[in-house]
């Protein structure tokens, strides 16, 4: 099951491909080494049943270690996609300003990213979500409603970068 051509294809930016390439980085680098240095010094505590610090330093190199491989395995499976250079039309990349339809004053900037780049908090949504899927390949001007969980919500393009 190691055939590329099996494994699903993750579209990432450039910029998300890097910033995944510098977690890695400082996982194994900084934080792993950090992570056994704390196992084995809580080890020396003595009875590992009763142990609090060795159990919670283990989970967190745990943890680590699942990071690790999850980043791994998305850089494998990784195709960069080229950034949108159009300012016309929404693609990868694109960061687009829109206002809710009967709302003008209230406009939201989103950057289209990959799935796992996504980050509605730092307004990188994924090209994938419903909402990324509405607005793609749409231009300025053009009315874009989708499906939320609180129903439809319809947004109007104002701008493409």
Do not use: C, W
Not at 17 to 29: F, Q, S, T
Not at 138 to 151: M, T
């Amino acid at each position: 099951m190691n055939d590329k051509k099996d494994q699903k294809t993750i579209e990432l930016t450039q910029e998300g491909y890097e910033e995944l390439r510098a977690e890695l980085n400082e996982l194994i680098n900084d934080k792993l080494p950090k992570a056994i240095k704390r196992v084995v010094e809580a080890r020396e505590y003595g009875d590992l049943s009763e142990n609090s610090e060795y159990h919670d330093a283990r989970n967190d190199k745990d943890l680590i270690d699942a990071r690790i491989g999850e980043i791994e395995e998305i850089l494998e499976k990784a195709k960069i996609v080229k950034a949108t250079k159009s300012k016309n039309t929404v693609g990868m990349g694109s960061q687009v300003t829109a206002h809710f339809k009967d709302q003008k004053t209230k406009k939201r900037t989103f950057q289209i990213v990959g799935e796992y780049e996504a980050n509605p908090i730092e307004g990188k949504i994924s090209s994938v979500s419903p909402l990324g899927k509405a607005l793609m390949s749409h231009k300025k001007g053009d009315e874009v409603a989708y499906q939320a969980p609180a129903g439809e919500i319809t947004y109007v393009i104002t701008d493409i970068k």
